[in-house]
């Protein structure tokens, strides 16, 4: 018999797989980042990391630096959800690489209550100020 952490686990691996899909959406060439909310087991938004509306796709510059206008996908799927007649307050955001700290300061604000992720970040700096507003942080491996 599956225990509820068990499914809970199973459940939380498909969403970052389905981040995963979602990020082949991005323009970027550096890296491709894709996030959904989910709230009830319902997502409610998705995101991936490219430029704003009305942008042409266009990432990163010459040097392949990426673009200071450039959204990250944490960013755009909080966004969408805030245009929407969603909330996100409650909710869970997937995303396939660890926030950072703009980004963790969107999600705090946003109201979500759980980040799992699936490809660690260069600094621990955003889950760290995460964890210190007393949201849940999950690292799940999806190679494993």
């Known amino acids: 018999m599956i225990n509820k952490t068990d499914k809970q686990h199973e459940l939380d691996k498909r969403y970052l797989r389905m981040a995963s899909i979602w990020a082949e959406n991005s323009y970027c060439k550096r890296r491709q980042v894709g996030a959904l909310i989910v709230k009830d087991q319902m997502i409610i938004s998705d995101g991936y990391n490219g430029t704003p509306s009305g942008f042409e796709n266009v990432c990163e510059d ?76 999950d690292y799940i491996d999806l190679n494993e």
């Open 62 to 137: 010459e040097n392949n630096v990426t673009l200071p206008y450039v959204l990250h996908a944490e960013a755009n799927a909080i966004t969408k959800v805030a245009a929407s007649s969603n909330s996100s307050k409650g909710a869970t955001i997937y995303v396939t690489s660890a926030p950072c700290i703009e980004c963790s300061k969107l999600i705090i604000q946003s109201g979500i209550v759980r980040v799992v992720y699936s490809e660690k970040y260069r600094t621990e700096e955003g889950c760290d100020l995460l964890k210190k507003a007393n949201i849940q942080v």
